[in-house]
């Protein structure tokens, strides 16, 4: 074989190495910072709570479980409403919150707004919001004033029809909030609820898919969430790849790398990029420089 055929294979050769290793350094970098950042984090409203009420105050996860979707409620515009005309067909954001908190509630529905604003998905059309006061003294004026701030804060055309905020009766409330697992209290003594801070994304059927916790929610979360929760439904082929690799924990609420499945995916592409290397190796043990060239 000539000298240059010997250096071309040579430069293919290590070209081939760089690449493999390439895909072995990418999956060494997104496993482990990723696991170092799981954590659980439910913080709870406990300003001016007395501490033993916190001991009811909780999430009880029941994934899979039925929401009941004839329970009745009154929207921002004070219509009454079933739960279930807000499905459609498509999945749901779900927060359990009071329109005069304090504190965590703005915060907890500042996150929802911050982190689906970032995600590439349209309210209205791919999912919808739903925000049920656990007070039973709001009013739908309280929940017209929320609805205004925060489809306005989202900025998405699709946010006022899709998002709603509504009020209803103590036996209604109870209902919803036992089905999805969250204990609340309320303190007569400083006029304010103890509860938890979580949302919950359900199907179209209206069954629970996911329990994220805390007040700040990671875009690619939601994401990857509602998609799941759409049962394939919304989402593109790269949110399926994205899912082979990504594995809900719900004991964090979030999801983490499934180093399984992303060893599997990098094992498949040295594969195949193995194979494309001898193929192109092979072709070169073959190849004759034209007469005449050096």
């Known amino acids: ?49 007395r501490p033993e009420l916190l001991k009811q105050v909780g999430v009880d996860q029941k994934l899979n479980a039925q929401v009941p979707l004839a329970l009745t ?12 005309q807000f499905f459609a067909g498509k999945p749901v954001v779900l927060s359990l919150v009071y329109f005069t908190c304090p504190m965590l509630c703005t915060q907890l529905l500042n996150g929802v707004e ?39 804060l989202y900025g998405n055309s699709g946010a006022p029809a899709a998002w709603h905020f509504l009020t209803g009766a103590e036996p209604q409330i109870k209902a919803l909030a036992d089905s999805v697992g969250f204990r609340y209290a ?31 929610f990671s875009p690619r979360d939601l994401r990857l969430g509602l998609v799941q929760a759409s049962e394939g439904k919304i989402g593109t082929p790269a949110d399926q790849v994205l899912l082979f690799c990504y594995h809900y924990d719900p004991h ?11 060893l599997a995916l990098a094992g498949l592409l040295t594969v195949v990029i193995g194979g494309v290397c001898l193929v192109v190796l092979f072709r070169g043990e073959h190849y004759e420089l034209p ?4």
């Open 186 to 216: 309320y303190d007569a003594q400083s006029k304010q609820f103890a509860h938890a801070s979580v949302v919950m994304l359900l199907t179209p059927e209206g069954r629970i898919s996911k329990y994220f916790y805390g007040i700040n």
């Open 73 to 84: 409620f009154r929207d921002e515009h004070g219509a009454t409403v079933q739960l279930g």
């Open 114 to 152: 911050r982190g689906l604003k970032q995600v590439s998905l349209e309210p209205g059309k791919d999912f919808n919001l739903i925000t049920v006061s656990i007070d039973p003294s709001d009013t739908p004026a309280d929940a017209n004033a929320k609805h205004a701030l925060y489809t306005g």
């Open 252 to 262: 964090t609420g979030k999801y983490g790398l499934l180093i399984s499945h992303l």
């Open 1 to 49: 074989m000539s000298e240059p055929s010997k250096l071309s294979m040579r430069i293919g050769f290590n070209a081939c190495k760089a690449l493999l290793a390439a895909v072995a350094v990418a999956a060494m970098v997104a496993v482990f910072p990723a696991a170092a950042r799981a954590q659980f984090t439910d913080p709870i409203q406990n300003i001016g709570v």
């Open 291 to 294: 007469e005449g060239k050096a």
